[in-house]
Antibody
Framework: QVHLQESGPGLVKPSGTLSLTCAVSGGSISTSNWWTWVRQPPGKRLEWIGEIFHKGNTNYNPSLEGRVTISVDTSKNQFSLKLNSVTAADTAVYYC??????????WGQGTLVTVSS | EIVLTQSPATLSLSPGERATLSCRASQSVSSHLAWYQHKPGQAPRLLIYDASDRASGIPARFSGSGSGTHFTLTISSLEPEDFAVYYCQQRSSWWTFGQGTKVEVK
């Protein structure tokens, strides 16, 4: 059974770079699935950030394009998120998940990232 | 961007009662709509995909219906563990989610 676990700093300074990793266990990342990042700011709805295929193909939410980079490391069976020039508006719980074309399953438990000086 | 609007925002019910949650899309999403259950501190859990297909391990009291722009998630008889927030999700040009419906104990 595939399990996903997010990790990374819980506090990032304004104008800095948010960096998170999603470790995939119980199965290979090199499958026909895409892998995705989602976030939920406090009191707001879930927002899709972007997705990656194990060959490195990516798609991003247009509202974040230009600040976001998603990469994959198949040797470590993980994928990563970098978000530049962060502000308080980027404070959120960040989730990673596996895509199946029309839904996500499973999701990671999520990690809270706070942007503050 | 397709906007998903869920209603009601909060549903106050007692265990054993029926819950009916609505999700409306600003444009047709065909039957490509999923529902998730989310509890604090936990990973969101897939319940329903493609509008009406129950995910593996999901109890039969959860059912989904609808197509086009109007979808419904029904919980036939609420169990104590069903009190949570429920989200709908779709993908057109990119993925979007509804704002959620909180099912709380009355």
């Amino acid at each position: 059974q595939v399990h996903l676990q997010e990790s990374g700093p819980g506090l990032v300074k304004p104008s800095g770079t948010l960096s998170l990793t999603c470790a995939v266990s119980g199965g290979s990342i090199s499958t026909s699935n895409w892998w995705t990042w989602v976030r939920q700011p406090p009191g707001k709805r879930l927002e899709w950030i972007g997705e990656i295929f194990h060959k490195g193909n990516t798609n991003y939410n247009p509202s974040l394009e230009g600040r976001v980079t998603i990469s994959v490391d198949t040797s470590k069976n993980q994928f990563s998120l970098k978000l530049n020039s962060v502000t308080a508006a980027d404070t959120a719980v960040y989730y990673c998940a596996r895509e199946w074309g029309t839904f996500f399953d499973p999701w990671g438990q999520g990690t809270l990232v706070t942007v503050s000086s | 961007e397709i906007v998903l609007t869920q209603s009601p925002a909060t549903l106050s019910l007692s265990p054993g009662e029926r819950a009916t949650l609505s999700c409306r899309a600003s444009q047709s999403v065909s039957s490509h709509l999923a529902w998730y259950q989310h509890k604090p501190g936990q990973a969101p859990r897939l319940l329903i995909y493609d509008a009406s297909d129950r995910a593996s391990g999901i109890p039969a009291r959860f059912s989904g219906s609808g197509s086009g722009t109007h979808f419904t998630l029904t919980i036939s008889s609420l169990e104590p563990e069903d009190f949570a927030v429920y989200y709908c999700q779709q993908r057109s040009s990119w993925w979007t989610f509804g704002q959620g419906t909180k099912v709380e104990v009355k």
